[in-house]
């Protein structure tokens, strides 16, 4: 894993809930501009941007109408070329137990490991595993997870996932081995696999489940979603819907180090985003997680809240962002950091906003308004 | 067999809304749509072989819910999308 600093120009990929867009700044990162839209009107889930061959760039998407899909671009999102074969469940057989299951949308996408090039993951609603190895031409189910005997069990019904579809995603790939892979579900939990996804193991000791009663049990949680630092990947982060998490392997269990933050903010949030080089730093955006969990700004105040010693202290960070009045929430996909001294963070706004800040968080500019609500954004330094 | 598509689905067809396909079976007609089309069955029918829920098949006048309906020279086959949401 190279450790370097970037300094070249950073684009922005952006998913909305109509369409993609592409923001491009310089490499002082100064100056922004923005692309037209990218299918305009389709749901846009995730795109995203392989470090690995410097050039492709795939894409989530569906409409309202017609069915789950990705897009591929070679030539910097200019034009795009959909998949023979998009992710898809397995036809169930006459006399099944279970009825079929059909891939609702496909939420994340992520590059496989930096050895393996043309490999991609996709986790999908409902909760379903996909791997591509040919660059996101063709998708084939992991059948270790989407056949495992406790698939079921480990997501559960209707009632256990998000309003808007149980997911997979947070699909991580341990730098230093591509059989070993972390995923996250909600609902379902973190899990691990150790061969490729042949087999799984349940990775939730130590995290909360405030909704149901009783102790929390092996699976079942609701990761919002899971970060593993590229140079330390021992090192695992976590914003869960029942507060902020790091876990250290071997280890195995999650220590609440949202314990930390100032109980009038709390710990509940949807994104995490860790610092390329620096371990001990991480940033998480909290929401409101109180009565009917409005899932907006604490307050009206949005901020970005960064630890710089693993979670044991939070410092918060809203220089230039609104002092009050402003009730938007930042998704799970919505927050990324570039590669340049000092990091550059973004994130994108349920309201169309992208806020940047060029110094680690410590001060806050608006990039873009008026966009539809932002489902993602990703980095992508080496766009064509 | 004239088969009329919606405005979603033109892009796997050159903008053309009025295309040509064969089939004795729904089934067999929506095959016959991708081979001519690639990806276009996906967007509306979904892998267990259901019709998308806000997609809807109509032979002439009559709404289908099942890919199996029979076929017959000169029907003509619509596929609407319709109800989705803001």
Redesign the interface.
């Given at each position: 894993m190279n450790d370097a600093a970037a300094a070249g120009p950073v684009a922005l990929l952006i998913g909305t809930k109509k369409g993609a867009f592409v923001l491009r700044g310089d490499a002082r990162r100064a100056r922004w501009e923005l692309s037209d839209p990218i299918l305009l009107g389709h749901i846009v889930h995730h795109i995203v941007y392989d470090a690995r061959d410097g050039g492709t760039v795939l894409m989530a998407a569906r409409t309202g109408h017609l069915g789950p899909t990705v897009l591929r671009s070679v030539d910097g999102c200019r034009t795009w070329e959909e998949a023979a074969r998009p992710p898809a469940f397995a036809k169930a057989a006459a006399g099944d137990a279970e009825p079929g299951r059909v891939v609702e949308h496909v939420f994340w996408l992520a590059p496989g490991h930096a050895r393996e090039a043309g490999v991609w993951y996709a986790g999908t609603s409902p909760q379903g595993l996909f791997r591509s190895e040919d660059d996101g031409r063709t998708w084939q189910g992991v059948r270790g997870f989407n056949d495992h005997p406790m698939r079921a069990a480990w997501c559960g019904g209707g009632q256990d996932g998000t309003p808007d579809g149980p997911k997979m995603h947070s699909i991580l790939v341990d730098p230093r081995d591509p059989r070993h892979l972390y995923i996250g579900m909600s609902g379902g939990g973190v899990f691990e696999s150790v061969d490729r996804g042949g087999e799984w193991q349940p990775l939730n000791q130590g995290c909360a489940m405030d909704f149901a009663p009783g102790p929390a049990p092996e699976f079942g949680h609701d990761p919002h979603c899971v970060a593993l630092h590229p140079l330390r990947p021992d090192r695992l982060y976590q914003q869960n819907h029942c507060g902020i998490y790091r876990m250290e392997r071997p280890e195995g269990r999650w220590v609440r180090i949202g314990d930390n933050m100032p109980r009038d903010v709390g710990d509940i949030g949807f994104p995490i985003v860790v610092h390329p080089r620096d371990p001990d730093v991480a940033w998480v955006v909290p929401m409101d997680g109180t009565d009917v969990w409005p899932r907006t700004s604490p307050g009206g105040r949005p901020a970005v809240y960064v630890t710089r010693d693993a979670g044991a202290t939070w410092r918060r960070q809203d220089a230039g962002l609104p002092a009050e009045k402003a009730w938007f929430t930042v998704l799970r996909q919505a927050m990324a950091a570039d590669h340049h001294a000092p990091v550059g963070l973004y994130f994108g706004t349920t309201a169309g906003e992208i806020w940047a800040s060029d110094d680690e968080g410590e001060h806050w500019r608006c990039l873009v308004r008026h966009l539809p609500q932002i489902y993602a954004v990703e980095v992508a330094e080496a766009l064509r | 067999m004239i088969v009329r598509l919606?405005t979603?689905?033109r892009s796997y067809t050159a903008t053309r809304g009025v295309v040509d396909a064969e089939g004795a079976t729904l089934a067999d007609l929506l095959h016959d749509l991708d081979r001519q089309f690639?990806?276009l069955r996906?967007?509306?029918?979904?892998?267990?072989?259901?019709i998308?829920p806000?997609?809807k098949l109509f032979v002439n006048q009559d709404q289908v819910h099942t890919l199996a309906a029979p076929l017959a020279t000169g029907d003509e086959i619509h596929v609407v999308?319709?109800l989705?949401?803001g």
């Open positions: - | 919606a979603p689905l690639p990806g996906f967007r509306i029918i979904d892998e267990q072989d259901r998308r806000h997609v999308c319709a989705s949401g």
